[in-house]
T-cell receptor
Framework: AQSVAQPEDQVNVAEGNPLTVKCTYSVSGNPYLFWYVQYPNRGLQFLLKYITGDNLVKGSYGFEAEFNKSQTSFHLKKPSALVSDSALYFCAVRDRSTGSARQLTFGSGTQLTVLP | DTEVTQTPKHLVMGMTNKKSLKCEQHMGHRAMYWYKQKAKKPPELMFVYSYEKLSINESVPSRFSPECPNSSLLNLHLHALQPEDSALYLC???????????????FGDGTRLSIL
């Protein structure tokens, strides 16, 4: 079984400050990890993924995420937040060993609000 | 602009109506998905098609009937829906086979469905 936890329903940060959105995961094997963002009245938009290799992954719009195997975490970060980053963020995991297309499990989501 | 196109964007229907949601992608993806999403919640998987064949049905009520006429199109036929079926319905697609399984799912912007 696989699962994802996003411990914070809401994160508020001032514009220009660094932001972190937390994600921890549980899989029986090795994970594929993803971050998606959802703006109001839009679908989910892919931000970045961890497959293998370098633990620091860089993605779209200046976002990055750090894979930490010992802590089973994949926190999303950005050095300087913008008001336009305000959105709903989902972490997702897929067990690398699974042969099924369906096995993408989403976290509960974190609403990020960047205050001007 | 998203690469997965969903129509209509909004749909209001009565409980006795029959309607269909449509999804189209031209990325050559051979896995296609229907998700249901309630406000501020993660998407819930409904159906998965792999190479135009239904591979996953997550115990969805029979009032929802999926169809995959070809590798680019995915439909969701609706009949006798209930008020609790009001939600955002998202279509997604992804690569399917082998090492391409680490690729992200691409989402459309969804159809916002309201059942009166």
């Amino acid at each position: 079984a696989q699962s994802v936890a996003q411990p914070e329903d809401q994160v508020n940060v001032a514009e220009g400050n660094p932001l972190t959105v937390k994600c921890t995961y549980s899989v029986s094997g090795n994970p594929y990890l993803f971050w998606y963002v959802q703006y109001p009245n839009r679908g989910l938009q892919f931000l970045l993924k961890y497959i293998t290799g370098d633990n620091l992954v860089k993605g779209s719009y200046g976002f990055e995420a750090e894979f930490n195997k010992s802590q089973t975490s994949f926190h999303l970060k950005k050095p300087s937040a913008l008001v336009s980053d305000s959105a709903l963020y989902f972490c997702a995991v897929r067990d690398r060993s699974t042969g099924s297309a369906r096995q993408l499990t989403f976290g509960s989501g974190t609403q990020l609000t960047v205050l001007p | 602009d998203t690469e997965v196109t969903q129509t209509p964007k909004h749909l209001v229907m009565g409980m006795t109506n029959k309607k269909s949601l449509k999804c189209e992608q031209h990325m050559g993806h051979r896995a296609m998905y229907w998700y249901k999403q309630k406000a501020k919640k993660p998407p819930e998987l409904m159906f998965v098609y792999s190479y135009e064949k239904l591979s996953i049905n997550e115990s969805v009520p029979s009032r929802f009937s999926p169809e995959c006429p070809n590798s680019s199109l995915l439909n969701l036929h609706l009949h006798a829906l209930q008020p609790e079926d009001s939600a955002l319905y998202l279509c997604a697609s992804s690569q399917e086979r082998g090492t391409l399984r680490n690729q992200p799912q691409h989402f459309g912007d969804g159809t916002r469905l309201s059942i009166l």
